[in-house]
């Protein structure tokens, strides 16, 4: 089985504009979760979204937002970039019965200049 | 809210020795999982063991077991037989059985292994 990947690996971007980025979870996997990455601030739970609803929300901004799509992939969306925002996102899916551990995706480096 | 606390920031052991790594977390929870991941170089989080808190018997998974102890909120683990791929930052994960997949993470331990 392919693991789950996430687009683009890489991105840079300027304070202002906004980005999406792209999660494809594993084959059968229907939640797919999301997390920030920062060195002061760790790793922070973003959303998680399950048949295409968001079942939980972490505490970030309403400039964060996601959605899934009827095939299980997930996107998500920051607008008016900060450069706070710079850090590296996780995507991890997972099967909904048991047992349901989170696998994850190789992430994708956002730099806001 | 639930809290994981990772109180060694480094870590680090001779190759094939063994090294414990340390985890207390917060809950009023009943049942819930705890699982200690493994974030290489290249960034790719990897879970190493899982821990359901109704199990009494600690988890195990070729050289690497945790020592759970549930009334202490302890979730510690020990690597065995040290390898140089054993190098990573090692994060402390603990989440709810019920209802969404949240992860909360501890801050992390970087593990350095000596040759």
């Known amino acids: 089985k392919a693991g789950v990947t996430q687009t683009p690996r890489y991105l840079i971007k300027t304070r202002g504009q906004q980005v999406t980025l792209s999660c494809s979870p594993i084959s059968g996997h229907r939640s797919v979760s999301w997390y920030q990455q920062t060195p002061g601030q760790g790793l922070q739970f973003l959303f998680e979204y399950f048949s295409e609803t968001q079942r939980n929300k972490g505490n970030f901004p309403g400039r964060f937002s996601g959605r899934q799509f009827s095939n299980s992939r997930s996107e998500m969306n920051v607008s008016t970039l900060e450069l706070g925002d710079s850090a590296l996102y996780l995507c991890?899916?997972?099967?909904?019965?048991?047992?349901?551990?989170?696998?994850f995706g190789p992430g994708t480096r956002l730099t806001v200049l | 809210a639930q809290t994981v606390t990772q109180s060694q920031p480094e870590m680090s052991v001779q190759e094939a020795e063994t090294v414990t790594l340390s985890c207390t977390y917060d809950?009023?929870?009943?049942?819930?999982?705890l699982f200690w991941y493994k974030q290489p170089p290249s960034r790719q989080m990897i879970l190493v063991i899982r821990?359901?808190?109704?199990?009494?018997q600690n988890a195990t998974e070729n050289r690497f077991s945790v020592n759970f102890q549930k009334a202490a909120k302890s979730f510690s683990l020990k690597i065995s037989d040290s390898q140089l791929g054993d190098a990573a930052m090692y994060f402390c994960?603990?989440?709810?059985?019920?209802?969404?997949?949240?992860?909360?993470f501890g801050q992390g331990t970087r593990l350095t292994i000596n040759p």
């Open positions: 991890a899916s997972s099967y909904s019965g048991d047992p349901n551990e989170q696998f």
């Open positions: 821990q359901e808190a109704y199990k009494q």
């Open positions: 809950t009023s929870e009943s049942d819930y999982y």
């Open positions: 994960a603990y989440r709810k059985v019920q209802g969404a997949q949240k992860l909360v």
